[in-house]
C-alpha cells in the first residue's frame, strides 16, 4: 500500500489559544511534505523554510509583539491553516509531582472567591497529560490543548501554577502561558534524560528493565493484580459485608469505644492490617433534617467508603485526597443518625488524621463529628490480613517522564522553569543534589539556553507520615538550597511557613505560587539573589555565644512564636536544641558551657517547630547547616 503523503500540521503546543514567547526569536515547527515550502506570516512578517526529507520543519520567528490577540496563517502549497488566537508574553513550564499538579478544585474552600471573576484570556495553560517512554525522547504529546481561565476551566487548573501566573500577570499585565508537566508521585529520576543517567549503574540496570516493553507491561500488570487480589480478599473475609451489612445494622453489639479523631490504637489494632468499620451517632438541628449537606472527614488512612443512615455518601481510594462528601437531600433526620465508615488499612498506621475538619453543615447549621465523652466514636474489626503489597509505580521508573511529556516540549520557546518536587526522594536524599543539578543542567541543554531561568520551590513544612529522626526532608531542602546558589539563575523560594503539618499537599498554594512569581519578576527586573529571605553569610564564637550573620544587613523577624529551632553540635556530631535570638541582621545562639560547638543548624527538621526567621517583608529563611570555625 502506497503511503499517503504528510500534509502540513502543528505540533499541539502550537495550536488555537496558544502563547509565544516574547522578547527574543521563537521557534515554531511542525510536519509537512518532504522538499514543500512553509510559509509563516504572523505580526506582519513572513518567514519560510522547506521541509526536511524526514517530514519536519523548523524556523525562528523575528522578537515578536507583546499582547493578543493575533492572527498566524501557516501554508504550503498543500494546505493551509489559519489560527484566530495567538497570544505573546511570557510562557512558564511549571513541573514537579503532586503539589505542582494539584488542581484548584482540591484547595477551592480555602479560596472561596477564587471562581469569582476569573474569566482572563492572558491566562492561558496547557497540562500535558501522563505518558511514559523508555526508550527515547517522544517527539510529539499524545495531546492537549490551551485553555484560557473562565470559571468552566478553572478547577482543572493547576492550582500552584495558576495563582503563579495570576500573579505574574497581575504585574505584569501581559499573557502568561504555563505549560504544567507534572505527575504526583514521580521521583526526580523520571525526569531526567537518558545521558543524565548513563553513568549511574543502579538506574542504568531499572532503565533497561523497562526498555523491554514485556517486562514493563508485565510491571504493570503486577502490581494492578496483586493490588485488586487483596482487595477481594478483603471483601469477601469481612464481616461487616455480611447479609445485613454493618452500615445497616443499628445494634450495639460488637462496637467497643474509640477516641477519634487520631490513630486506630490499641493492643487489638497495633500494627492493624485489615478492614476496620467506625461508626459515630449523631443529632442535627431540625432544620437541617432532609435537607442536604455536606460531610467533612479529614484524610483517612487507606481508604474509605462512608454511609449516612444506611446510603453511601462518597468513597476514596487512597489516603491523601480530603473527604469532602455530598449527603443527598431525605437522608437526615433530627434524631439518631448514624455515620458508618468502612476502613482498609494496607500496612498499618490507620487513622483518622488529628487536626483536621470532621463536621457536617449546611446554611441551617453545623454538626462537630469530633468524638466526645457523650458520643464517642465506635469500631468494629472487619477483618485482618497480611498488608497490602507495596505498590510501585511505573512512572517513577529513571527518564520515563523526561522522553514521555518534558522532551516533546523542548521545541516550544519558554521564559524558564517552575521546580515543585522532592518529596519522593526522601529515601535517597543524599542523591538529591547531584540529580538536581543534572536535571536543571540537561534541561537547559535541551533548551539550548545555558542561563535558561529556574526557580526551585523549597519543600513546605510536613511531619505525619515521616519518622522525626532521618527522614530525608531537611537534607533535600538543603540540596535546593545549595544548587540554587551554585548554579547561574537559580532562585529558591522558601515555604516552611506554607506547610501543614498533617497534609502531604497543603492548601495554601496561592501564597506558594506568589512567592515563586515574585521571583520570576525579579529575573525581569535584574535582581541577582538567589533568595527572597534573610541568607546566612558568616558565622563565628564569641565569648560563650555563636553568632550567624545575615545578609542583606537589615533586620531580623521571628513570626509565629519563640525562636526553638536552633541546635548546636559538638565534636560527636549530636545536636542539642539551644536559646538563641536575634539582633538586627543577627542569631545571637547561647553555646552550653560543657560543648565546644562545632555546627550550627536552623529549622533542621520535618515541621520546624516555634518561630521562623525572616526579613521584613515576611520571607522566611532558608534551613541550613554551618561549620564552625
Known amino acids: 500500500m502506497k503511503k499517503k503523503a504528510l500534509q ?34 504572523f505580526q506582519g512578517s513572513k518567514r519560510e523554510t522547506v521541509v526536511g526529507k524526514d517530514s519536519r520543519w523548523q524556523l525562528l520567528t523575528d522578537t515578536l509583539q507583546t499582547g493578543g490577540p493575533f492572527p498566524m496563517e501557516i501554508r504550503s502549497r498543500e494546505c493551509r491553516i489559519s489560527l484566530e488566537r495567538v497570544y505573546v508574553g511570557d510562557v512558564w513550564l511549571c513541573s514537579g509531582q503532586s503539589n505542582m499538579e494539584l488542581p484548584i478544585s482540591r484547595v477551592k474552600d480555602a479560596y472561596p472567591y477564587v471562581f469569582q471573576n476569573c474569566h482572563n484570556p492572558y491566562i492561558r495553560l496547557f497540562h500535558v497529560k501522563e505518558h511514559f517512554n523508555f526508550h527515547g525522547p517522544e517527539q510529539e504529546l499524545e495531546s492537549g490543548e490551551w485553555l484560557e481561565a473562565d470559571s468552566d476551566t478553572l478547577a482543572g487548573f493547576s492550582a500552584f501554577s495558576y495563582f503563579f501566573a495570576k500573579y505574574v500577570n497581575s504585574e505584569s499585565k501581559i499573557p502568561i502561558g504555563i505549560i504544567n508537566v507534572s505527575k504526583g508521585g514521580s521521583p526526580i529520576e523520571a525526569w531526567l534524560s537518558n545521558a543524565s543517567v548513563a553513568d549511574r549503574p543502579v538506574l542504568g540496570k531499572t532503565l533497561a528493565l523497562f526498555r523491554d516493553d514485556r517486562y514493563a507491561a508485565e510491571f504493570i500488570e503486577k502490581n494492578e493484580r496483586q493490588q485488586s487480589d487483596w482487595q477481594k480478599l478483603l471483601k469477601a473475609r469481612d464481616a461487616g459485608l455480611a447479609s445485613v451489612p454493618w452500615y445497616q445494622d443499628w445494634h450495639d453489639e460488637g462496637w467497643e469505644p474509640m477516641e477519634l479523631p487520631g490513630w486506630f490504637s490499641g493492643d487489638r489494632l497495633h500494627n492493624f492490617s485489615g478492614v476496620i468499620w467506625l461508626r459515630k451517632r449523631f443529632d442535627v438541628p431540625s432544620q437541617m433534617a432532609g435537607k442536604p449537606a455536606d460531610l467533612w472527614l479529614g484524610t483517612i488512612t487507606d481508604s474509605d467508603e462512608a454511609y449516612v443512615n444506611g446510603c453511601l455518601v462518597g468513597e476514596t481510594g487512597y489516603q491523601y485526597p480530603p473527604r469532602k462528601y455530598k449527603v443527598p437531600e431525605g437522608i437526615l433526620k433530627e434524631y439518631g443518625n448514624v455515620l458508618t465508615i468502612r476502613v482498609l488499612c494496607e500496612r498499618g498506621g490507620g487513622r483518622l488524621t488529628p487536626g483536621k475538619e470532621y463536621c457536617l453543615f449546611s446554611q441551617e447549621g453545623r454538626v462537630d463529628l469530633r468524638g466526645t465523652a457523650e458520643r464517642k466514636w465506635e469500631y468494629r474489626i472487619g477483618c485482618r490480613c497480611s498488608p497490602a503489597p507495596m505498590m ?91 544548587i540554587s546558589h551554585e548554579l547561574e539563575k537559580v532562585k529558591l523560594t522558601v515555604n516552611l511557613d506554607l506547610g501543614e503539618w498533617n497534609d502531604l499537599h497543603p492548601l495554601r498554594k496561592k501564597e506558594a505560587g506568589e512567592r515563586a512569581a515574585a521571583a520570576a519578576l525579579e529575573f525581569d527586573a535584574g535582581d541577582g539573589k538567589t533568595e527572597q529571605g534573610p541568607v546566612p553569610a558568616g558565622i563565628r564564637k564569641e565569648e560563650g555565644r555563636v553568632i550567624v550573620t545575615f545578609e542583606p544587613a537589615e533586620k531580623l523577624l521571628v ?46 527538621s520535618n515541621a520546624p517547630e516555634g518561630g521562623l526567621l525572616c526579613n521584613l517583608r515576611g520571607y522566611p529563611a532558608s534551613p541550613f547547616r554551618m561549620r564552625i570555625g
Not at 543534589?433 to 520551590?457: A, C, D, H, N, Q
Open 8 to 41: 502540513l500540521k502543528l505540533p499541539r503546543l502550537l495550536q488555537e489559544g496558544m502563547v509565544l514567547q516574547r522578547g527574543k526569536p521563537v521557534t515554531l515547527w511542525g510536519e509537512g511534505l518532504p522538499g514543500s515550502r512553509v510559509e509563516i506570516n
Open 392 to 482: 510501585d509505580f511505573i512512572i517513577r521508573k529513571p527518564t520515563g517522564l523526561f522522553n514521555g511529556m518534558l522532551a516533546p516540549c523542548m521545541n516550544m520557546t519558554i521564559k524558564g522553569v517552575v521546580w515543585y518536587q522532592g518529596e519522593s526522594n526522601d529515601k535517597n536524599p543524599e542523591e538529591y543534589e547531584e540529580y538536581l543539578r543534572r536535571l536543571v543542567t540537561s534541561w537547559r541543554e535541551g533548551w539550548g539556553e545555558k542561563m535558561l531561568p529556574f526557580i526551585l520551590v523549597q519543600l513546605p513544612s510536613f511531619a505525619i507520615d515521616l519518622p522525626e529522626q532521618n527522614s530525608g526532608w531537611p537534607e533535600i531542602r538543603e540540596a535546593q538550597r545549595k
Open 559 to 604: 513570626q509565629g512564636g519563640r525562636l526553638e529551632a536552633a541546635e548546636l553540635a559538638g565534636e560527636n556530631g549530636i545536636f542539642y536544641k539551644v536559646q538563641a535570638w536575634t539582633e538586627e541582621n543577627r542569631m545571637i545562639v547561647e553555646c552550653p558551657a560543657h560543648m565546644d560547638a562545632k555546627e550550627f543548624r536552623y529549622a533542621w
